[in-house]
């Protein structure tokens, strides 16, 4: 399954991860979170609160406004760039997370439709656009189902009692591989870092025979697998930017 890492090509499996090294700093202004497609031709970022922008390959070399509307809060794009869902702070007729599609380029993408996941931030949906994982209230992480345009959720994660994470951990953001094999997420207070989770049975859950690790500690959100899980972007608080690391399995 899937092709080469580097024939640009978005990957629909890969080894599972179990290193990460080589941080190497994104160049360019600091930003607030980052998203890159599979194939690293392009990444949307938070340029500033509220202010979504993209940055083609060198990723990182330039940030530019694109035209997502609404006061947004969280991006997320697609392996293949095409899809980008986001949380607005528009919370008229509670329709907090969108979807949109791109149209013809990293800056112009299609009117945004509610998807029924109001409360969660979206992370990276697969490949092929069929599940997505949110952070709710609390904390929580909730996988959903996207079906003929409908939105499902299916299972709720706690990091503690189904991913075994220590008492007062809290999950910050989860992204799912192009796959959904694996589960990368970001916890603070108890193990803070960067987590990985294995998918055993259709779950994540370790009751569901689910394994994951620590892959490392600190402040991070939104870490995103890319090039058939060889590298990591992940956005580090520390520093206020994104940095990239090597995966190793």
């Known amino acids: 399954m899937g092709s080469d890492a580097d024939d640009g090509s978005v990957i ?11 941080m190497f700093e994104l160049a360019g202004q600091q930003v607030a979170d980052f998203s890159p497609a599979d194939d690293e031709s392009f990444a949307i970022s938070m340029v500033t609160d509220g202010n979504p922008g993209y940055t083609n390959a060198p990723l990182g070399a330039a940030y530019n406004p694109t035209d997502v509307p609404h006061d947004t809060h969280t991006v997320s794009v697609s392996p293949d760039g095409t899809i980008l869902y986001y949380y607005t702070k528009d919370l008229s007729a509670g329709m907090r997370v969108r979807r949109v599609t791109q149209n013809g380029s990293p800056a112009a993408w299609t009117a945004g439709d509610s998807i029924g996941m109001n409360d969660d931030y979206p992370g990276r949906p697969t490949a092929d656009d069929t ?14 189902e996207h079906t003929s345009g409908t939105f499902s959720m ?8 189904d991913f075994g994470n220590s008492a007062g951990a809290t999950i910050t953001s989860a992204n799912l591989s192009p796959d959904g094999t694996y589960l990368l997420y970001t916890l603070d207070g108890a193990d803070s870092g ?6 055993a049975g259709g779950s994540f859950a370790a009751a569901d025979g689910a394994t994951g690790r620590g892959l490392r500690s600190g402040q991070y959100s939104n870490a995103v697998l890319t090039k058939g899980c060889t590298h990591l972007f992940v956005f580090d608080r520390s520093l206020s930017k994104p940095v990239r690391f090597d995966v190793h399995p």
């Open 154 to 161: 299916i299972r709720a994660y706690d990091a503690v009692t």
């Open 194 to 199: 960067i987590h990985l989770r294995v998918r």
């Open 131 to 144: 599940r997505i994982m949110g952070v709710g209230t609390g904390g929580i992480a909730n996988e959903w």
């Open 12 to 22: 629909t499996s890969c080894p599972e991860p179990a290193t990460i090294d080589g």
